[in-house]
């Protein structure tokens, strides 16, 4: 009894959490027949993701789906408000289109030139350390800040040679522009009251009862009621002058009704007057009645002294360079960005201007190019007589690895001591004595002794003469022997052939050489190559058998080679 109630009573198993009190099944899909029927139902009763029954705003949630046709809740614009807005479907084609206009960068290459100024103090830097730099490395320091180069900027060229594209520059600013009409705008938006003086003139002001007017949204001037005749004039020429890059279509959309009696007040006092320009700079007065006019004259009389086009331009200053038109910053910062990654035309144009100082260039292993004050030249110390002090340097320098100017000093000088001064009664026996003085003062630490001095003066000598290279980082190196180049064979020339005596058939294979004159001289060419055996057979029979026999002349051994034929 007592065993069974220990049994039914586990409070370890009571303590368990409900899931794992269930009994195990060790498989339960031990039975299963497995059916044709249809799949069950995932969970939210639906038909799963995208069908109906199951509910919205989830994958197997709950409740009733929203339906985005009521109220428009965070769905797409009715088309209604969308054509209002400019975003109608005939006009998807065009505006993409004059989007990707805009984004399209103009046809022009930029050059990144190193400032001259910059370059003669790192130029005067390695002539006065003798140091080797990587020239890689100098142009990644030029890259680092806008001020160490300037640009230069120049059209693309086409298959006939005409620039692809053009710059325009503004005299009165020194603005750069890609078209003359930007060019314009920027004198009329900037420099309008230097040329014309607008003036006002009262007329009379429109008849009727107006009770609303057409407003741009974006800039707030008032047109006026669309029913007006000058209303689509006004409408063109604002988007024109002030929103040119906007389609007209979604610019037109942002022109709203304004029912405000202020409002249409003040355009009703806007047309109680007219504009007139009085232009200025003229030997004569002249006056233009309205904007169009203005724009004509400035084209005729003043475009050509102010606006110049260009095929280049070289941009110095940061002021410039930040005023530049927003495509052409765009290709600044790509070029940019690209000489960063790999500063190949950086470098060919550094190495250029280096070499107008005097600079020389080698590579390291063939694989770095370095810029110093010379070129390796191997010292030969067996052929070339010097002196102890260089010696010592080269055998210092060869015998260890990543050596230093510091490490040579220690070398050359070990712990240098300075002078003790004498002792205090021996003052009056050293008076009047210069060198006892001298050798009495202590030694600056800082500055070198005598053989430190000797061995500097021999060390930048053979820097300068390229026998000890010192690199940008202290170390030294002594210049490599050069490998000698290994002498081609000489080519064995083929020997003559012999002529066939007479009588006999001729070897078809042997070439056939003629002597052919030509404007470079004469030349050797195979005569075989372009002729057919018969021919070749006809040509030895015309030979005369005194060349084809032996040779019996005097001064001729018996048996040696007879005469080469020659062949008209």
């Not at 806007?270 to 004509?296: A, D, I, Y």
């Not at 100082?357 to 191997?378: D, I, M, Y």
């Not at 030969?380 to 080269?394: N, W, Y």
């Not at 260890?400 to 490490?407: H, I, L």
Request: glycine share 8%; aromatic share 8%; with cysteine.
């Amino acid at each position: 009894m007592s065993n069974s109630l220990a049994s039914e009573l586990d409070l370890d198993f009571q303590f368990l959490p409900s899931w794992a009190q269930q009994p195990v099944n060790p498989n339960r899909f031990a039975n299963y027949q497995g059916s044709e029927g249809d799949r069950p139902q995932r969970r939210g009763g639906g038909g799963g993701f995208g069908q109906g029954g199951g509910g919205g705003g989830g994958r197997g949630g709950s409740g009733p789906r929203r339906d985005r046709s009521e109220g428009n809740q965070g769905g797409r614009p009715p088309a209604g408000v969308r054509e209002a807005r400019g975003f109608v479907s005939e006009d998807r084609g065009g505006y993409a289109e004059r989007r990707e206009q805009s984004q399209r960068l103009p046809e022009f290459s930029v050059n990144l030139m190193p400032d001259e100024k910059g370059v003669e103090m790192i130029a005067r830097q390695i002539k006065l350390t003798g140091r080797s730099y990587p020239l890689f490395n100098i142009a990644q320091l030029v890259l680092k800040k806008p001020d160490r180069f300037h640009l230069k900027i120049f059209p693309i060229r086409k298959s006939d040679g005409k620039p692809a594209q053009s710059l325009w520059v503004c005299s009165l600013d020194d603005s750069i522009w890609l078209s003359e009409a930007d060019a314009i705008q920027r004198v009329f938006d900037k420099y309008f009251d230097t040329f014309y003086k607008p003036e006002q003139i009262p007329i009379d002001a429109p008849k009727g009862v107006y009770t609303f007017v057409a407003q741009c949204g974006m800039s707030g001037v008032i047109l006026g009621p669309p029913n007006y005749h000058d209303y689509q004039t006004k409408l063109r020429q604002l988007h024109a002058e002030r929103f040119s890059r906007l389609p007209f279509e979604a610019f037109k959309a942002r022109v709203k009704i304004v029912r405000d009696e202020a409002v249409v007040k003040k355009w009703i006092e806007e047309q109680s007057f007219r504009t007139e320009f009085t232009c200025l700079n003229l030997p004569e007065p002249l006056k233009l009645p309205s904007r169009e006019e203005v724009e004509k004259h400035f084209r005729e009389v003043h475009a050509s002294n102010i606006i110049k086009q260009v095929d280049s331009l070289t941009v110095s200053d940061l002021e410039t360079r930040n005023r530049l038109p927003q495509a052409l910053q765009a290709l600044v910062r790509m070029a940019w960005e690209d000489q960063k990654r790999f500063p190949l035309k950086l470098v060919t144009i550094l190495s250029q201007q280096l070499a107008g100082h005097g600079l020389q260039f080698f590579k390291v292993n063939k694989t770095v190019t370095h810029v110093s004050v010379s070129r390796p030249r191997f010292l030969d110390m067996e052929a070339t007589p010097v002196s102890d002090g260089v010696k010592k340097i080269v055998d210092f320098i060869n015998s260890r690895n990543n050596s230093t100017r510091k490490m040579l000093l220690e070398f050359i000088t070990p712990n240098p001591s300075p002078n003790v001064p004498p002792p205090a009664d021996a003052g009056d026996m050293s008076a009047g004595d210069p060198a006892a003085i001298t050798a009495a003062t202590p030694r600056d630490p800082t500055q070198p002794t005598a053989e430190q001095s000797a061995m500097i003066a021999d060390l930048h000598w053979l820097v300068h003469q390229g026998n000890v290279i010192e690199f940008a980082d202290g170390r030294l190196e002594t210049a490599k022997k050069p490998l000698l180049k290994p002498v081609r064979p000489p080519e064995k020339k083929p020997a003559p052939a012999a002529s066939a005596p007479q009588g006999t058939a001729p070897l078809p294979a042997a070439p056939v050489r003629e002597t052919v004159a030509d404007s470079q001289g004469e030349s050797e060419v195979t005569r075989a190559e372009f002729m057919t055996p018969e021919e070749s057979t006809s040509v030895v029979a015309q030979v005369p058998a005194s060349q084809t026999s032996p040779s019996t002349e005097p001064g001729l051994a018996e048996g040696s080679p007879p005469a080469a034929p020659s062949f008209p």
